[in-house]
C-alpha cells in the first residue's frame, strides 16, 4: 500500500513540477508549439485548396515585367486599373494586403479613387501600426491608413497586423486592433458574414482587448492558387477564362528575397506550421487568405486546457 501512495506521490509532485516549469521556461512552450505543427502538418495534412480565392501575386516576373515602365512603388493608377480588370472578370471582393498611405501624385490618386467608387464589389485597403522610437519621447505606436481620398471612395479598411508567436511562426490571426477589425474579418463581414462574437468563438489569446484564433491553414505556401499581378491584369491575355469569375481576390506581395535594393520592397513572408513539414515560408497575404477561408468556413481550433 505504501508503494501505491508513494506512487501517487511522486507522479502528483511531477505534473505540478512539469507545470511550474512550463510557466517560467520556454522550451515545454516551444515543445508544444512544435507539437501543434506536427498534428497539422503531418497528422492532418493538407486540406483541398479553397477554391473561391485567389492570390494576385506582386512578384518578381511583374516587377519585370515593368521595370521598362515604371519602378516600385508602382503608381497608383495602375492599382485602379487592375481594379477594373478583376471587376471585368467577376470577381467577389478585392483585397489589398498593401498599404496606401498618404498622398502619391495627385491625378494617380483620382485615378485609383474612381475605380474604387466604380466598383461593383467591396474593395478592401490595408492598416496597420508600425513601433517608432522618438528619442524625445520613447517608443510610439503609429497608425498607417489607407490614403483618406479612398475611404472617401468607399474603400474599407482591415488592419494587416499579425502577432508570431515566440518561435515567430504565424499560427493565429487577430480579429481587431483597436476593435477595429482585421483584414480578414473586414473581408469576411464584406462578403456578408454575420457580426461574430468573439465570446461564441475559441480565442486563443487577447492582444490587449483584440482577440486572435488559430488559422485552420488549409496548406503550405502557394497551397492556395496563386496568379502574378501582370497575368490578372490582363486577365483575358494571360488566364483562362473563367478563371477568376467568382472568386475572392486577395493582392499583395510575393517575394522570394529580403531586399530588392533599389525597389525598396521588404520582404513580406512567415513561417507557418506547414514549414515543418519542408514548405517555404507563406508570404503575408496567403496568411490572410487563410485566415479569411477559416472564417468562412466555420471550422475552428480550440486550444485545450
Same mark, same amino acid.
Given at each position: 500500500?505504501?508503494?501505491?501512495?508513494?506512487?501517487?506521490?511522486?507522479?502528483?509532485?511531477?505534473?505540478?513540477?512539469?507545470?511550474?516549469?512550463?510557466?517560467?521556461?520556454?522550451?515545454?512552450?516551444?515543445?508544444?508549439?512544435?507539437?501543434?505543427?506536427?498534428?497539422?502538418?503531418?497528422?492532418?495534412?493538407?486540406?483541398?485548396?479553397?477554391?473561391?480565392?485567389?492570390?494576385?501575386?506582386?512578384?518578381?516576373?511583374?516587377?519585370?515585367?515593368?521595370?521598362?515602365?515604371?519602378?516600385?512603388?508602382?503608381?497608383?493608377?495602375?492599382?485602379?486599373?487592375?481594379?477594373?480588370?478583376?471587376?471585368?472578370?467577376?470577381?467577389?471582393?478585392?483585397?489589398?494586403?498593401?498599404?496606401?498611405?498618404?498622398?502619391?501624385?495627385?491625378?494617380?490618386?483620382?485615378?485609383?479613387?474612381?475605380?474604387?467608387?466604380?466598383?461593383?464589389?467591396?474593395?478592401?485597403?490595408?492598416?496597420?501600426?508600425?513601433?517608432?522610437?522618438?528619442?524625445?519621447?520613447?517608443?510610439?505606436?503609429?497608425?498607417? /491608413? @489607407?490614403?483618406?481620398?479612398?475611404?472617401?471612395?468607399? *474603400?474599407? =479598411? $482591415?488592419? %494587416?497586423?499579425?502577432?508570431? #508567436?515566440?518561435?515567430?511562426?504565424?499560427?493565429?490571426?487577430?480579429?481587431?486592433?483597436?476593435?477595429?477589425?482585421?483584414?480578414?474579418?473586414?473581408?469576411?463581414?464584406?462578403?456578408?458574414?454575420?457580426?461574430?462574437?468573439?465570446?461564441?468563438?475559441?480565442?486563443?489569446?487577447?492582444?490587449?482587448?483584440?482577440?486572435?484564433?488559430?488559422?485552420?491553414?488549409?496548406?503550405?505556401?502557394?497551397?492556395?492558387?496563386?496568379?502574378?499581378?501582370?497575368?490578372?491584369?490582363?486577365?483575358?491575355?494571360? /488566364? @483562362?477564362?473563367?478563371?477568376?469569375?467568382?472568386?475572392? *481576390?486577395? =493582392? $499583395?506581395? %510575393?517575394?522570394?528575397?529580403? #531586399?530588392?535594393?533599389?525597389?525598396?520592397?521588404?520582404?513580406?513572408?512567415?513561417?507557418?506550421?506547414?514549414?515543418?513539414?519542408?514548405?517555404?515560408?507563406?508570404?503575408?497575404?496567403?496568411?490572410?487568405?487563410?485566415?479569411?477561408?477559416?472564417?468562412?468556413?466555420?471550422?475552428?481550433?480550440?486550444?485545450?486546457?
Amino acid at each position: 500500500m505504501k508503494k501505491y501512495i508513494a506512487g501517487a506521490v511522486f507522479l502528483v509532485f511531477s505534473f505540478g513540477l512539469i507545470g511550474i516549469l512550463s510557466s517560467y521556461t520556454p522550451y515545454l512552450e516551444n515543445l508544444e508549439l512544435k507539437g501543434y505543427d506536427f498534428m497539422m502538418s503531418t497528422v492532418r495534412g493538407p486540406l483541398p485548396a479553397p477554391g473561391d480565392v485567389v492570390i494576385v501575386a506582386i512578384d518578381e516576373t511583374s516587377l519585370a515585367e515593368y521595370e521598362d515602365y515604371f519602378s516600385w512603388p508602382w503608381p497608383r493608377r495602375v492599382h485602379g486599373q487592375l481594379i477594373r480588370s478583376l471587376n471585368d472578370a467577376g470577381v467577389r471582393a478585392i483585397i489589398f494586403d498593401v498599404i496606401f498611405a498618404g498622398e502619391s501624385h495627385p491625378e494617380e490618386d483620382d485615378e485609383m479613387a474612381a475605380a474604387i467608387g466604380e466598383s461593383r464589389v467591396p474593395v478592401i485597403l490595408a492598416a496597420t501600426e508600425e513601433q517608432v522610437i522618438d528619442p524625445r519621447i520613447g517608443r510610439l505606436t503609429k497608425q498607417l /491608413l @489607407p490614403f483618406d481620398k479612398f475611404t472617401q471612395a468607399n *474603400a474599407q =479598411v $482591415g488592419y %494587416a497586423t499579425m502577432h508570431p #508567436d515566440s518561435d515567430q511562426v504565424l499560427r493565429q490571426t487577430r480579429l481587431s486592433v483597436n476593435g477595429t477589425p482585421s483584414l480578414s474579418l473586414q473581408a469576411f463581414y464584406a462578403l456578408g458574414g454575420k457580426v461574430i462574437d468573439p465570446e461564441k468563438l475559441p480565442v486563443s489569446r487577447y492582444q490587449k482587448d483584440d482577440p486572435e484564433l488559430f488559422i485552420n491553414y488549409s496548406g503550405g505556401t502557394r497551397h492556395i492558387y496563386t496568379v502574378s499581378y501582370y497575368q490578372a491584369i490582363d486577365y483575358q491575355d494571360f /488566364l @483562362p477564362p473563367e478563371l477568376l469569375k467568382d472568386k475572392i *481576390a486577395f =493582392v $499583395g506581395r %510575393a517575394m522570394a528575397v529580403a #531586399d530588392l535594393s533599389e525597389r525598396r520592397m521588404e520582404k513580406d513572408t512567415f513561417p507557418t506550421p506547414f514549414s515543418l513539414a519542408g514548405s517555404a515560408m507563406m508570404p503575408g497575404t496567403e496568411v490572410h487568405a487563410n485566415a479569411l477561408t477559416t472564417l468562412l468556413g466555420g471550422v475552428f481550433i480550440e486550444k485545450a486546457s
